[in-house]
């Protein structure tokens, strides 16, 4: 990441997958975030970070749907619910250097934020946590925005249909648009929301699509070294 003089605001928009895999809680991947997180804070970044709904969600919508019939709202509500217990894990166990309270509407006006952490969870049915960290960044002026995911790039075509599927280092919004679409679907597998794409290209944010599962190149993405991954401007 290129060094600036005045503080850079980072957003993270943290697949829940890697807090809640199928398994369970990933606390490895907690003490590692939050390590990551201390050293660079040290060093004068400040975070925004957006933590999914991952495993959480899919074990409440899946135990509802087992016994009542769920419209679109239900299944969002439970996910909303997932990303706020998960942002306050995420806020829990960064308390050292965290804003006390997690923030659930981005639209609000944010006072007295000092602090070198600043988490957020979802927002209102039909929008999705990338579409609220896009939001944030908007609001705060962020230029980057790092999506943490399970891929190591973005591909010009689904590369487990797909065997000849090209892998991308760095895409125009206009082109990274045309792959995934313009509409959001609640469990769509993208590697990043279409609208908050949109958003994204207005605001000409800058999206890094990286491997969560790899905090070491995350790292290295926000000391500035080389990194495996997509970048989207
Ligand atoms: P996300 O779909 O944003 O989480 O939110 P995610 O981590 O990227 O995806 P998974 O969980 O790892 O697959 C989880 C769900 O919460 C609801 C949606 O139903 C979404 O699918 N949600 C989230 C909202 O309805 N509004 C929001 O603002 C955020």
Known sequence: MKKTTEVETVILSVGGSLVVPSAGIDTEFLKNFKKMISKHSER???????????????????????????????LDWLGIHSTRLNGHLMRTIL??????????????PLKNWHEPVLVV???????????????????LGAKI?????????????DPSKFPEAKKIKEIAWQDFRKIVGDTWDPGMNVPFDPVASKLAEQCKLEVVILNGKKLKNVDNFLSGKKMIGTRIF
């Open 145 to 157: 925005l790092i999506n943490l995911s399970n891929i190591d790039y973005v591909c010009d075509k």
């Open 95 to 108: 308390r050292d250097f965290a804003y006390p309270v997690m923030i659930k509407d981005p639209t609000r």
């Open 121 to 139: 969870a979802g927002w209102k049915p039909g929008w999705s946590t990338d579409y609220v960290a896009t939001r944030m960044a908007k609001k």
């Open 44 to 74: 004068g970044l400040r975070f925004v970070v957006v933590v999914g709904g991952g495993g959480t969600a899919r074990a409440y919508q899946n135990a509802a749907k087992k016994v009542v019939k769920l419209t679109r709202d239900d």
